[in-house]
């Protein structure tokens, strides 16, 4: 019974729907995350409020409280398998690589679930000019795959490691630099009417970068 | 006949020269042997000596650094990166999701392996291990004993031809110990069942004996 395609995408939704499940049973990261962007949003819009005419405080802002406030979720996507000792039973199911992409869309599924609570509560707090719609949405989606895709595979290779929390942050904060710049000048340049196409292929090219990167490191994890 | 019956011919595990290091000391000597199904292999040896390594090694968890283990399926060698496929694996590292129920553990399990039936075969396999009425409890209210039955169960789900079984039966009270034996004496029928332990009641029920005969405690490679 040798694995094959239709093996592989069953063990990738087996795991999204694994960590679902154990999201919604224990709240790790989602209360949290939650937590943190609407504080921030609040406490920043208490103290300065509403910034219609500044597009770079605007978009530097949104992409800041996100990366913070999910970053703490994402980065512990393989460490809870490692310190819950429940690695072995994954890697008796599935392939590293299965792991991992069940990992990454679960990853992306809690973006998106935090963006539609952070989003619309920013837009109401912050003011700003009239969002584009399709720029906005297509800067957002691309720079949350460039984010989900890079803590997933750092978070993989580092997980094993002793030193995994100061390990995680030093390998990740230069890889997240290029998504966090192209992300706020992309989401300025939709705010102040500009194209957003550079920014746009950047941010996808990343991504695909990254994800291939990953699919071939990915089956040569935790080889002991 | 059961579906592991069909392959049970067919089933064979061979070492060549297969051997461990970790950083520093050395997890397994250089170990050769050739199994074939059916039947019950007990691997004894001291502390330290390399058993759990050895299972950890055939099952594709882990890399050797010298030598080579192989499995063949019906003629065909299936690759360590492959082989979770044809196995069943229970050790005491294994361990599950506390925030989701014995069943929820193995239905999961039995999805992530390409199961169609995966409710049925998680509930036939704690059914047969005696958990069949904590199926909806959460693991994380599981005594050890009843985790250890967790774990045959896992084993166990998807009836696969080759059990590797690291001390099968510690944590269990008499009632286990002889579930244990049950289950042993059930799959030996169908394939091939290795069991590292030093329990003389569990290497009794093998007709061979691989034992580690290293200093143990993991010397110094």
Known sequence: MPPNGSNSAAAVWAILRKECRSEWRTRYGLNAALLFAVATLTGVSFAVGRLPDRTDLLAALLWVVLLFAA???????????????????????????????????????FLAVL??????????????????WGPFLLILGLGSLALASTTTLVGA??????????????????????????????????????????????????????????????DHLWED | M??????????????????????????????????????????????????????????????????????????????????????????????????????ENLAFAAEARGARDRAARASAALERVGLGARARDRVAALSSGMTQRLRLAFALLLRPPLLLLDEPGSHLDEEGRTLVERIVDEEARAGLVVIATNESREWGLAAQRIELRGRGLGHPA
């Open chain 1, 157 to 218: 290779v580092v997980s094993q490691t002793r030193g995994r929390g100061a390990l995680f942050a030093a390998v990740s904060l230069p890889l997240l630099m290029v998504v966090l710049a192209a992300g706020v000048s992309g989401l300025r340049a939709q705010w102040d009417g500009n194209p957003v196409t550079t920014e746009a292929r950047l941010l996808a090219a990343y991504a695909a970068v990254v994800l291939g990167a990953s699919v071939l490191l990915y």
């Open chain 1, 71 to 109: 970053l703490a979720s994402l980065a512990h996507a393989f460490v809870r398998e490692v310190e819950g000792h429940t690695l072995t039973l994954l890697r008796l199911v599935a392939s590293p690589t299965a792991i991992a992409l069940g990992k990454l869309l679960f990853n992306l599924l």
């Open chain 1, 115 to 132: 963006e539609v609570v952070t989003v619309p509560l920013f837009l109401v707090l912050m003011g700003g000019p009239p969002v584009r």
């Open chain 2, 2 to 103: 059961s579906a592991a019956a069909v392959v049970v011919d067919a089933l064979a595990v061979e070492a060549l020269g297969l051997e461990h290091l970790y950083t520093g000391r050395r997890g397994l000597p250089a170990l050769s042997f050739a199994l074939q199904a059916p039947g019950v292999v007990a691997v004894t040896g001291p502390n330290g000596s390399g058993k759990s390594t050895l299972l950890r090694l055939l099952a594709g968890l882990l890399q050797p650094t010298a030598g080579r283990s192989l499995v063949t399926l019906a003629g065909r060698e299936v690759p360590p990166a492959e082989r979770r496929a044809v196995l069943g694996f229970a050790s005491p590292e294994l361990a599950f999701y506390e925030e989701l129920s014995c069943l």
